[in-house]
């Protein structure tokens, strides 16, 4: 892990095409600018915790679960058309 010291205003570069900016310094809390192209995903990582849980949640079900929900389909059941 690379560790840097930045001031309030102060940018620093990773690669050719992303700047990482100190924006603001209040005690306990620092607000951070990032620049980069669209195509690179930038996402805080207690969100990507988060959403990994949930999906690994919804992933984890018993097979009695299964059934209900098999039990409550109807095989060949015409969809419903709402105007």
Not at 13 to 35: A, T, W
Not at 66 to 76: N, Q, T
């Amino acid at each position: 892990m690379l560790v840097v010291t930045r001031r309030q205003g102060e940018v620093f570069v990773i690669g050719d095409d992303i700047e990482i900016e100190i924006l603001d310094i209040k005690p306990g809390v620092v607000r951070v600018g990032i620049r980069a192209p669209r195509n690179v995903r930038v996402l805080r990582s207690e969100l990507m915790r988060a959403v990994a849980e949930a999906n690994l949640n919804a992933a984890m079900v018993t097979s009695a679960e299964v059934a209900a929900v098999a039990a409550s389909v109807s095989v060949g059941a015409q969809p419903v058309v709402r105007d």
